[in-house]
């Protein structure tokens, strides 16, 4: 089978996506009898290109590394915006990894549900559509006989959601507790070894996990986004971000980090959630741990998830140091989710559709 995909959000990620699938072609067709092209690429600056019969992607990647535009890569009509190229890219896939707007998640959502809507899977990097739309959502890809897969989301690439979803049947997640924003503990880890909040938040920029404004982090909005998907995912809540109860990492003061560390405690940016007497308690709050605790020991920009389970009481997950690479791995497990599922159902319709509901 030759599985058609399209890229809205031509970034780090989309980029770092196209790399790894170029990487892993042999071994796709091979282990997995996946074929794949690429009918779309869509960035905002840069513009878009669409062809039914597969995209040059080197030659993309080339374009887009020297700055020059898409468009010249383009067969068929003008597309004006985003909604255009779902329409004309021709994907059996499409994976939006364009950039979050942490207050509404649009025009994220808008473009999940006008590719649903074609008739394509979607898989997301992008966390607005899961932190405001999720139930609307998955609702929309079940009618739909689609898959929506978010893996990416939390913690990039390790595997969360298909944790749950495949490997913990019949287990009820409980509560979590985790450090989920590499950026804050990136800032709290150098600040303990001397580092000013400043020194570390531009250190944190240089090596290129902070945005030149950082308020998106460091007030935890980031950290209070993913405390919201995994409660609305895992928990079966419904809440956005801004019904987490947030607190973020600018009152904590060098001298407070480095007191911690020297008490063998340390100080972290923890999310939390759990079900107290049928309500949804969120939070993301700095707290001092003690050297017993798991997420003491999660330095620089590594992250941690530990699940309480009615079935395998505390599981934890930890991720070393994550980037863009990671990222894109959790796209591709999110395509397999969908190869595996759709085999049956493309042997018999010859449309790549879903045996079974993801
Ligand atoms: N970086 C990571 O490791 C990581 C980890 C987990 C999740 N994520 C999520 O993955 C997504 C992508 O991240 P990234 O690091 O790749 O971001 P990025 O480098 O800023 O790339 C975003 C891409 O989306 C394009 N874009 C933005 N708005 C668009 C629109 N309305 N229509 C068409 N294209 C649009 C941008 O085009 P222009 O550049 O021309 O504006 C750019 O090509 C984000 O939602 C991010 O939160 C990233």
Redesign the pocket.
């Given at each position: 089978m030759e599985l058609k995909l399209a890229i809205?959000?031509?970034?780090?990620?989309?980029?770092?996506f196209v790399r790894l699938l170029r990487r892993k072609s042999e071994e796709l067709a091979r282990e997995y009898g996946l074929a794949w092209c690429v009918t779309g690429l869509?960035?905002?600056?840069?513009g878009?290109a669409c062809n039914p019969a597969g995209l040059d992607v080197e030659a993309a990647l080339a374009a887009?590394a020297g700055g020059s535009r898409l468009d010249v890569f383009h067969h068929g009509p003008p597309l004006g915006?985003?909604f255009d190229?779902i329409a004309n890219c021709g994907a059996d896939v499409l994976f939006?990894?364009?950039?979050?707007n942490p207050r509404t998640g649009q025009?994220?959502i808008d473009?999940v549900r006008a590719a649903l809507v074609a008739g394509q899977h979607v898989v997301?990097?992008?966390?607005?559509p899961l932190a405001f739309a999720y139930r609307e959502l998955r609702d929309l890809a079940r009618q739909q006989g689609r898959a929506f897969l978010f893996e990416?989301?939390?913690m990039?690439g390790a595997p969360v959601f298909s944790l749950v979803r495949d490997a913990l049947l019949a287990a009820n997640v409980l509560g979590f507790r985790g450090i989920l924003n590499s950026t804050t503990n990136f800032i709290l880890t150098e600040m303990e070894a001397g580092a000013s909040f400043d020194q570390a938040v531009r250190r944190a920029q240089a090596i290129g996990i902070a945005e030149a404004d950082p308020a998106l982090d460091v007030d935890g909005w980031?950290a209070a986004t993913k405390t919201a998907i995994l409660a609305t995912v895992l928990m079966g809540a419904d809440i956005t971000p801004l019904q987490v109860d947030r607190t973020g990492i600018r009152e904590v003061t060098p001298e407070a980090a480095q007191a911690a560390r020297a008490a063998g405690r340390h100080i972290k940016l923890v999310c939390q959630a759990e079900w107290r007497d049928g309500r949804l308690i969120a939070r993301v709050v700095p707290q001092e741990l003690p050297a017993s605790d798991l997420l003491a020991w999660v330095q620089g920009t590594s992250s941690l998830l530990s699940l309480r389970t009615d079935t395998l009481k505390q599981l934890t997950l930890v991720e070393h140091d994550?980037?863009?690479a990671?990222?894109a791995y959790?796209l591709l497990r999110d395509l397999l989710a969908i190869v595996r599922a759709g085999i049956w159902a493309n042997a018999t319709s010859g449309r790549i559709g879903l045996s079974s509901p993801i």
């Amino acid at each position: 089978m030759e599985l058609k995909l399209a890229i809205l959000g031509f970034g780090v990620v989309g980029r770092e996506f196209v790399r790894l699938l170029r990487r892993k072609s042999e071994e796709l067709a091979r282990e997995y009898g996946l074929a794949w092209c690429v009918t779309g690429l869509a960035t905002r600056r840069l513009g878009m290109a669409c062809n039914p019969a597969g995209l040059d992607v080197e030659a993309a990647l080339a374009a887009v590394a020297g700055g020059s535009r898409l468009d010249v890569f383009h067969h068929g009509p003008p597309l004006g915006d985003a909604f255009d190229f779902i329409a004309n890219c021709g994907a059996d896939v499409l994976f939006e990894t364009t950039v979050l707007n942490p207050r509404t998640g649009q025009p994220a959502i808008d473009h999940v549900r006008a590719a649903l809507v074609a008739g394509q899977h979607v898989v997301t990097a992008n966390k607005g559509p899961l932190a405001f739309a999720y139930r609307e959502l998955r609702d929309l890809a079940r009618q739909q006989g689609r898959a929506f897969l978010f893996e990416s989301t939390v913690m990039d690439g390790a595997p969360v959601f298909s944790l749950v979803r495949d490997a913990l049947l019949a287990a009820n997640v409980l509560g979590f507790r985790g450090i989920l924003n590499s950026t804050t503990n990136f800032i709290l880890t150098e600040m303990e070894a001397g580092a000013s909040f400043d020194q570390a938040v531009r250190r944190a920029q240089a090596i290129g996990i902070a945005e030149a404004d950082p308020a998106l982090d460091v007030d935890g909005w980031d950290a209070a986004t993913k405390t919201a998907i995994l409660a609305t995912v895992l928990m079966g809540a419904d809440i956005t971000p801004l019904q987490v109860d947030r607190t973020g990492i600018r009152e904590v003061t060098p001298e407070a980090a480095q007191a911690a560390r020297a008490a063998g405690r340390h100080i972290k940016l923890v999310c939390q959630a759990e079900w107290r007497d049928g309500r949804l308690i969120a939070r993301v709050v700095p707290q001092e741990l003690p050297a017993s605790d798991l997420l003491a020991w999660v330095q620089g920009t590594s992250s941690l998830l530990s699940l309480r389970t009615d079935t395998l009481k505390q599981l934890t997950l930890v991720e070393h140091d994550p980037g863009p690479a990671q990222t894109a791995y959790g796209l591709l497990r999110d395509l397999l989710a969908i190869v595996r599922a759709g085999i049956w159902a493309n042997a018999t319709s010859g449309r790549i559709g879903l045996s079974s509901p993801i």
